[in-house]
């Protein structure tokens, strides 16, 4: 889990999203599932904004479901980027 996770889950949640958090799922699979206040589904990487782009980048098994997942997917780093996924 990224150190930023609880922020950003507390965060969604503030901005009315309903937030599963699914880091422990394993083999890829992302961070949380999101459902925004108007009804769109996510799937959410969390990566921690504080380090380098080169640290932030999707592991192989996080990309590749990446690939085969035909829904959304969004990587967030920030409270920008969280706002950006609630606002869905």
């Known amino acids: 889990m990224d ?3 609880a922020a950003i ?3 969604l ?3 009315g999203c309903v937030v599963e958090v699914t880091s422990d799922v394993g083999r ?4 949380l599932v999101v459902k925004t206040k108007r009804g769109r589904v996510l799937l959410i990487e969390v990566k921690d904004g504080s ?3 080169s640290a ?5 098994d996080e990309h590749a479901l990446s690939r ?9 780093a920030t409270d920008e ?8």
């Open 3 to 5: 150190s930023n996770q």
């Open 9 to 11: 889950v507390a965060l």
């Open 13 to 15: 949640r503030a901005l």
């Open 28 to 31: 890829g699979f992302p961070d």
């Open 51 to 53: 380090k380098p782009p």
């Open 56 to 60: 932030r980048k999707l592991t192989a």
């Open 68 to 76: 085969r997942w035909v829904g959304h997917f969004a990587i967030v």
């Open 81 to 88: 980027d969280a706002r950006w996924v609630a606002a869905l």
